[in-house]
């Protein structure tokens, strides 16, 4: 289970945007193939870090180490030719080197970044409002349903609900329905509060969060600048390694 104390991290809302898209981008991807795998690494280990100095320090350690083993054994066994088990491992090798730090990432934005925040970020990037607005809702949407999913399971398990009683089928019915119920009434209710609070209205909207850039989020703007740069110029056979 991962906390963050504050709510808030130290990298404003519109560089964990940039991290957002970059860490895909070279991860899942796989932006720059082998000459760029450097940069893979480096920001594949960043979201670790993030973890860590948010005093998540189990998880950073935990993932961080089976993050390296992974990685590590992938020198190891690819000189072999292991049949069906070596796309077995590769399969792992995908799931821990590349998805598992863009969910982290994912999490941590989301954990760490307020509705108010992100729109204020956004419209700092002058991104129009009929963007936002969707975005702005699927911030708050995510989490409201998996509130509500634990909801429902908590009130399966009190009425002695389960697989052997109803059988699989019931059971699944008895789950699905009132997720999608609770999903439509939920969506319905973030889009209304966001109209309400002033949003299409098409005027600047005033924030309370000082937002701007602080060392860090220029460090690792720049790094990721870097990343893009050095992309582009191997796109015209301009490689520095």
């Known amino acids: ?26 991860l899942l991807g796989g932006a720059g193939g082998e000459y760029l795998r450097v940069y893979a690494v ?33 020198y190891y066994i690819s000189g072999y030719k292991l049949g069906a088990a070596r796309y077995f491992y590769l399969f792992i090798y995908d799931i821990f080197c590349y998805l598992l730090p863009c969910g982290i990432l994912a999490a941590f934005i989301m954990r760490t970044t ?8 956004m419209s700092r990037l002058h991104i129009p409002q009929f963007i936002i607005i969707p975005l702005s809702v699927m911030f708050r949407f995510l989490p409201a349903v998996r509130e509500d999913m634990a909801d429902i399971d908590r009130a399966l398990r009190m009425r002695g609900i389960n697989v052997k009683s109803v ?15 609770s999903t439509m009434r939920t969506g319905n209710e973030l889009t209304a509060s966001a109209m309400t609070k002033g949003m299409g209205l098409g ?14 989020d220029v460090a690792v703007l720049l790094f990721c600048l870097s990343a893009y740069i050095v992309l582009i110029l191997s796109w015209f056979d301009i490689r520095f390694w």
């Open 42 to 74: 480096i920001l594949a280990l960043f979201p670790f870090f993030l973890l860590f100095i948010s005093k998540n320090h189990l998880p950073a350690v935990t993932g961080l180490l089976l993050y390296a083993a992974v990685h590590c054994s992938g």
């Open 1 to 26: 289970m991962l906390s963050f104390e504050g709510g808030r991290s130290f990298l404003d809302p519109r560089t964990k945007l940039v991290l957002l898209i970059t860490l895909p981008t070279f």
């Open 167 to 181: 059988g699989l089928l019931r059971l699944l019915e008895c789950k699905m329905v009132p997720v999608l119920m």
């Open 203 to 216: 005027r600047e909207r005033t924030c309370i969060y000082p937002l701007g850039f602080s060392p860090a």
């Open 114 to 121: 307020t509705v108010s925040e992100f729109i204020a970020g």
